[in-house]
Every structure is written in C-alpha cells, then in structure tokens.
C-alpha cells in the first residue's frame, strides 16, 4: 500500500472515470440527457461521452497525469456546454 493520502482530485477523477464506465453498463441511463444536446445519432453520442469521461477521469486521478486532465475537463465541459446552446 501507498503512503500517499488520497487527495480531493483523486476522488474527482475516479468517480468521472467510474460515470464513463456507467454509460456502457447502463446507456438508457444517459439516453435524456444526452438526446438534449446531441438530438442526432444519440446513442453513438452516450458512446462519445463515455469514452471521454473515463479517459479524462483516469488522467485526473493519476498525479503524473493531472494536469492534462484537467485541461480535457475544460475543454470537453466547454463543447458540452457549447452543444447544449447550439442545439436548443
């Protein structure tokens, strides 16, 4: 076991890492939300989505990859935020 304490971006990243995840295990629980942003092909999208969030989740919980994954959180809730308006 590691001494290192568990730090507040470590349970950030694991739990959008373990979110990513959920969307493979179960997607109709994405299906609402996701077809208001991406109203078109929105399965695919739930696919997108996944992948993103456990990709960037992992970068945050690992402390050599932080700060990467912070960026990609900004950058990937920007494009969400940003598709949100343009698909209204």
């Known amino acids: 076991m590691s001494d290192r304490p568990v730090t507040a ?3 950030v990243g694991a739990g959008l890492a373990a979110t990513g995840v959920a969307h493979f295990v179960a997607p109709q629980a994405f299906a609402g939300i996701t077809a208001q942003a991406f109203p078109d092909d929105t399965d695919t999208w739930i696919t997108r989505n996944g992948i993103t969030e456990t990709v960037v989740g992992t970068a945050i919980a690992i402390p050599a990859t932080r700060t990467l994954g912070w960026i990609g959180l900004g950058a990937y ?3 969400l935020g940003a598709q949100a ?3 209204r």
Request: aromatic share 12%.
């Open 9 to 11: 971006a470590t349970v």
């Open 85 to 87: 308006v343009r698909s």
């Open 77 to 79: 809730v920007a494009f």
